[in-house]
T-cell receptor, first 110, second 115 residues
Framework: GEDVEQSLFLSVREGDSSVINCTYT??????LYWYKQEPGAGLQLLTYIFSNMDMKQDQRLTVLLNKKDKHLSLRIADTQTGDSAIYFCAETAPGGKLIFGQGTELSVKP | SAVISQKPSRDICQRGTSLTIQCQVDSQVTMMFWYRQQPGQSLTLIATANQGSEATYESGFVIDKFPISRPNLTFSTLTVSNMSPEDSSIYLC????????????FGPGTRLTVL
């Protein structure tokens, strides 16, 4: 069945790069997503990658996809305190629904 | 993108009562989804609500507990019926706007606490 796994916590220092990892199981997923959830807020779509791509870059964000290993990562360059949030990866499933990972809580220390 | 609003933003309810959550979108969308996020957990899809058809529920969710209405292409409601403390969660609606294939946007969520 469908399953998405993430590590639960990541702590970095301001200015460093953050790398958040995710593994998924459904090889037929056409898109993979990264969402950001700040405390008390809804989900913000950060970026997504089509399954036939290896990499996508959008300003400070770089998404890497290893389809063979079903591994997705989100790299945030020059991490700022405002990047502190929970980051969810998600894969598409039939019917348009999204299957979410547990979320990685990113803590950025000054 | 799409601008999505939900009402109420939060509520505290008594066991055994029901709460109806509204989701309003600023554009017409075909597909609308309702998710639940239990405390400290990830999001789980409750049901898919397409206008003009019955909602499709995921395993573990039933219409009697979570009835959904979808009267038009910009609005939907989710009712949490006969609530218990286990229903305390954030409930979020999401939409896939036309022309933004596979980009799914979320409302701000409704934070429900059941006493």
């Amino acid at each position: 069945g469908e399953d998405v796994e993430q590590s639960l916590f990541l702590s970095v220092r301001e200015g460093d790069s953050s790398v958040i990892n995710c593994t998924y199981t459904d090889s037929s997923s056409t898109y993979l997503y990264w969402y950001k959830q700040e405390p008390g807020a809804g989900l913000q779509l950060l970026t997504y990658i089509f399954s036939n791509m290896d990499m996508k870059q959008d300003q400070r964000l770089t998404v890497l996809l290893n389809k063979k290993d079903k591994h997705l990562s989100l790299r945030i360059a020059d991490t700022q305190t405002g990047d502190s949030a929970i980051y969810f990866c998600a894969e598409t499933a039939p019917g348009g629904k999204l299957i979410f990972g547990q979320g990685t809580e990113l803590s950025v220390k000054p | 993108s799409a601008v999505i609003s939900q009402k109420p933003s939060r509520d505290i309810c008594q066991r055994g009562t029901s709460l109806t959550i509204q989701c309003q979108v600023d554009s017409q969308v075909t597909m609308m989804f309702w998710y639940r996020q239990q405390p400290g957990q990830s999001l789980t899809l409750i049901a898919t609500a397409n206008q003009g058809s019955e909602a499709t529920y995921e395993s573990g969710f039933v219409i009697d507990k979570f009835p959904i209405s979808r009267p038009n292409l910009t609005f939907s409601t989710l009712t949490v019926s006969n609530m218990s403390p286990e229903d305390s969660s954030i409930y979020l609606c999401s939409v896939e706007p036309p022309g933004l294939y596979n980009e799914q946007f979320f409302g701000p969520g409704t934070r429900l606490t059941v006493l």
